[in-house]
């Protein structure tokens, strides 16, 4: 069974690092995308990024690529994809989900979602 | 950045009823476009793929129709359970993108 497992819940303040996590079972990590998608509070679903865990190809949104804002990352020896920022914002503020991205077109399956909150 | 249009963004609506969703794109993207549901404090579940593809384990009542720059999903005989918030997607070209969501209520 396909499955994808996120890191609990994180409160910080403005200007912390933060790393999250995602970690896939019951397939083959590494020839998979992994995709990070933003939710925030009352919104839509937002398209950050992607990584490909057999070579670390990653790809960003414009929305989401630059200085101080987030990177996407991997693990393959324990099937784990990160995503994290050096500086936190109050309008990182949001749920994040890790989802598969089959072929690199649709999100297959999807992890439960980690809230991040960023509050003074 | 292709922008994803859906309509309406809610729609209130009864059990068995037909309900259709719209989702147009801001340039042709093929058959690159799959559709979401989410319920209220859950994950998203993939209904769609490919326009017209069903998801494995998705109830038949769900459908998906279109290519180029307008799509649908269908959900035919409404159940009490399909309230939710339902999303398409593109992944034609980077960046992808979703839709603003069609928020679903049942009466």
């Known amino acids: 069974e396909v499955q994808l497992v996120q890191s609990g819940a994180e409160v910080k303040k403005p200007g912390e690092s933060l790393k999250i996590s995602c970690k896939g079972s019951?397939?083959?990590?590494?020839?998979?995308?992994i995709g990070w998608v933003r939710q925030m509070p009352g919104k839509g679903l937002e398209w950050m990024g992607i990584?490909?865990?057999?070579?670390?190809?990653?790809?960003?949104s414009p929305s989401f690529q630059g200085q101080g804002q987030v990177t996407i990352s991997a693990d393959n020896s324990i099937s784990t994809a990160y995503l994290q920022w050096s500086s936190l914002k109050a309008s990182d503020t949001a749920m994040y989900y890790c989802?598969?991205?089959?072929?690199?077109?649709?999100?297959?399956?999807w992890g439960q979602g980690t809230l991040v909150t960023v509050s003074s | 950045e292709i922008v994803l249009t859906q309509s309406p963004d809610f729609q209130s609506v009864t059990p068995k009823e037909k309900v259709t969703i719209t989702c147009r794109a801001s340039?042709?993207?093929?058959?690159?476009l799959h559709w979401y549901q989410q319920k209220p404090d859950q994950s998203q579940k993939l209904l769609i793929k490919?326009?017209?593809q069903s998801f494995s384990g998705v109830p038949s009542r769900f459908s998906g129709s279109g290519s180029g720059t307008d799509f649908t999903l269908t959900i035919n005989s409404l159940e009490a359970e399909d309230a939710a918030t339902y999303y398409c997607?593109?992944?034609?070209?980077?960046?992808?993108?979703f839709g603003q969501g069609t928020k679903l209520e049942i009466k």
């Open positions: 989802a598969r991205h089959e072929e690199g077109d649709q999100f297959d399956y």
């Open positions: 019951g397939y083959s990590f590494t020839n998979y995308w």
């Open positions: 990584i490909y865990p057999g070579d670390s190809d990653t790809r960003y």
């Open positions: 340039q042709s993207i093929g058959s690159s």
């Open positions: 490919y326009a017209s």
């Open positions: 997607h593109q992944s034609s070209r980077l960046p992808h993108t």
